[in-house]
């Protein structure tokens, strides 16, 4: 009885074993056959090659108000806000002289503006060279960036540039180049490249820093696919394409343009193709696949 008994338990192991090992032979055959993968099609988009730059803000115009005569700050007749023309007076200062008196004369604005900082208070004792108010036209804004050498010859007068600040992070603002220095610095390697915005919102301010993107190169209506469909053998980049089958793929020598982040101009393809996108790893010319439709 106790023989039977082992038998039918070597039996049953036996039998769980290679049950395991057929279940191990198919599931390893499936890894090395078939490939889980995801494919979509080609889309048209705009792809613009992009260099992103830290820049600065600065007021289209800024003058530092001084007064025309040494003695005593009497009064400032604006304050920090408020709209000023030029030649509008921003302060009186008297002139201060034993036995003397003096009528206050006025310290005027040369540009049109806003006042945006009062440097001095009432009863100070001020000279040709005490600055007395700082006065900025923001309607339009300057964006300077400090353009490395090597892009230099993508740059152009009249060029699109679009910038962010962090107090509007959702908000995307536009400028064009107007200004390319004609000297590059020795020591950065850079050249100053000024662009103009609108700014009658008012919501960008003299001093602030942003994040400006310059389009080097564009591209309308390019064939383009995510940049994880491209697969790299030896520096050559690779696409992979489902066959008429549906159930293989076709390996092609991709012929590229430019790209962005995320999307590469891929310029021998068409939009009836489907693009691997997902599950390259291991893949080869010819490979079965199993097209997921799961996210």
């Known amino acids: 009885m106790k023989k039977i008994i082992l038998i039918s338990a070597v039996l049953i192991s036996f039998f769980a074993l290679s049950c395991k090992n057929k279940e191990a032979e198919a599931f390893n055959k499936i890894e090395k056959d078939v490939f889980f993968v995801k494919a979509e099609n080609p889309q048209i988009r705009t792809i613009s090659n992009e260099i992103v730059l830290g820049a600065s803000l600065k007021a289209m115009e800024e003058a530092v108000i001084y ?60 000279n040709i060279q005490t600055p ?23 740059i152009y007068k009249g060029q699109k540039v679009s910038f962010k600040v962090e107090a509007y992070p959702d908000k995307v603002f536009s400028a064009k180049i107007e200004k390319i220095s004609p000297v590059v610095d020795k020591v950065s390697k850079t050249s100053l490249v000024e662009a103009v915005a609108d700014n009658s919102s008012g919501y960008l301010k003299s001093g602030m820093f942003c994040e400006a993107r310059v389009a080097l190169k564009e591209v ?76």
């Open 67 to 126: 007064p025309r005569i040494n003695g005593k700050l009497t009064e400032n007749v604006l304050k920090e806000g408020d709209s000023v023309s030029k030649d509008q007076t921003i302060a009186y200062v008297k002139k201060d002289e034993v036995g003397v008196v003096y009528e206050p004369a006025p310290i005027p604005s040369t540009i049109d503006g806003v006042i945006g900082r009062i440097y001095q208070d009432p009863g100070a004792d001020v």
């Open 132 to 154: 007395i108010a700082l006065v900025v036209n923001q309607k339009k804004i300057r964006i300077q960036m400090d353009m490395p050498e090597k892009y230099l010859s993508g």
């Open 220 to 295: 309308d209506n390019a064939y383009a696919v995510p940049l994880s469909a491209i697969v790299y053998k030896e520096k050559v980049p690779y696409i992979y394409v489902l066959d008429e089958s549906g159930h293989s793929v076709k390996e092609v020598k991709a012929s590229l343009g430019i790209s962005d982040s995320q999307y590469a101009q891929v310029k021998n393809i068409n939009l009836k193709d489907k693009i691997i996108t997902v599950g390259l790893y291991g893949i080869y010319d010819k490979a079965k696949v199993y097209i997921s439709e799961n996210d």
